[in-house]
């Protein structure tokens, strides 16, 4: 048997077993992105990427960015409502945690670290997309990276297609990166704010299986109740 089979695993383990075509793509995507942050060091590979730009990749990546915009968990926390409590509550929980701890991070522990936009201000020219207005503090780490990698983990948990894991998987990626391109973000507030999301989402996901309530697994129903519906018939 493979030692990638979950099928003997158990634990959080299983979890990340069972997503495997998320996560392994995901530690080799980042272990990459790790390396060339050693080679170039993050403001330097920032430099490297926003000297590649085009008008495709301008629009694509403006438009990309939103999904890791604060209000989209929360239509995620509402969509889940309607495959069970237990899905919802725990993407909820998910989300407020990782929320908490990148703000955390930017504003008490590390608020000295400017965005690319104030920190090359009077050293490097560098490109900003047109129509788009990069904040200047709090880079550290990436926010709208740590959302992303948490809905699309989340996702990828809940569904079973491994090629649906993989897109997901890319999608959350191409978010993260759109945050280095539109000159929001350093390449380390990318890897940082993705591991936050990974690390938390799969232990809390896993947890929320130990819970035993036939409350928690019931999920909100447009249909009326038989006994409604007998009324009204």
Known sequence: MSIFSSKKASGILKVILDNKYFIAPF??????LLFLIGIHGSAGLFLNINSYN?????????????????FV???????????????????????????????????YYFPEFDRPVAYFEFTE?????????????????????????????????LIKNKYLKFILFCTAALVSFSRIYLSAHFPLDVFVGSYIAISITIPIYYFSRQINNPWIDRKISLRPKNSIRKQIL
């Open 125 to 157: 020219v560098i490109r900003h997309v047109p129509a788009y207005n990069p904040p200047s503090l709090y880079s550290f780490p990436s926010g709208h990276t740590a959302t992303a990698f948490g809905i699309f983990l989340y996702l990828a948990i």
């Open 54 to 70: 085009c008008d495709f990749a301008d629009h694509f990546f403006y438009h990309i960015t939103n999904l890791g915009d604060g």
């Open 27 to 32: 530690i080799v995507l980042s272990t990459y």
């Open 73 to 107: 968990p929360y239509i995620l926390v509402a969509v889940l409502l309607f495959i069970s409590f237990r899905e919802s509550l725990t993407f909820l929980t998910a989300t407020f945690v990782i929320s908490i701890l990148v703000t955390l991070l930017k504003r």
